[in-house]
T-cell receptor, first 106, second 117 residues
């Protein structure tokens, strides 16, 4: 079945440093979504990527979808305390599987 | 709009007891989902529904049942609770579902924290 690996599991950065989390699938995906969950909160949708090689930006966040549509990344430039939380990818092929998440502390 | 609401917010059960978690959405979404979230394991889909009167199994359906009698409500039942079902349960809804190439931004409820002793 579809496997979704997300790395790293945890990441601590100093405020102002950059942060990247990676999502890798064992199968080719139709699309991938990213969610953010603040401590004690619920997942909130950030973005969806559909096209091979797609890059989307939201202020300091940059999302990429791999050329082979098997991997994706989320990069945050100059992290702030408001970025704290767990970032999940949700990879969709025939069904949707969430990665285990990367917990970011600042 | 309230979005997605869940009842109750917290619950403690003894092994073997039963309970029902209620999810309601006011966005007229066709698709609704139940997930469980455990430390280090992300969100795992229990059951989902693609419309009123329909349900389907997700990744971890054993020990749970669901019903979607009304479009706005999705119920998750535990017939005989076990300690392994201690978790945080999230309900979500979306316009479109899990078919390939469909767009389905999911809106999540606040969650229910369930402890089974």
């Amino acid at each position: 079945g579809q496997q979704v690996m997300q790395i790293p599991q945890y990441q601590h950065v100093q405020e102002g440093e950059d942060f990247t989390t990676y999502c890798n699938s064992s199968t080719t995906l139709s699309n991938i979504q990213w969610y953010k969950q603040r401590p004690g909160g619920h997942p909130v949708f950030l973005i969806q990527l559909v096209k091979s090689g797609e890059v989307k930006k939201q202020k300091r966040l940059t999302f990429q979808f791999g050329e082979a549509k098997k991997n994706s990344s989320l990069h945050i430039t100059a992290t702030q305390t408001t970025d704290v939380g767990t970032y999940f990818c949700a990879a969709k092929n025939n069904d949707m599987r969430f990665g285990a998440g990367t917990r970011l502390t600042v | 709009n309230a979005g997605v609401t869940q009842t109750p917010k917290f619950r403690v059960l003894k092994t073997g007891q039963s309970m029902t978690l209620l999810c309601a959405q006011d966005m007229n979404h066709e698709y609704m989902y139940w997930y469980r979230q455990d430390p280090g394991m992300g969100l795992r889909l229990i059951h989902y529904s693609v419309g009123e009167g329909t349900t389907a199994k997700g990744e971890v359906p054993d020990g749970y049942n669901v019903s979607r009698l009304k479009k706005q409500n999705f119920l998750l039942g535990l017939e005989s609770a076990a300690p392994s079902q201690t978790s945080v349960y999230f309900c979500a809804s979306s316009y479109l579902g899990l078919a390939p190439y469909s767009y389905n931004e999911q809106f999540f409820g606040p969650g229910t924290r369930l402890t089974v002793l």
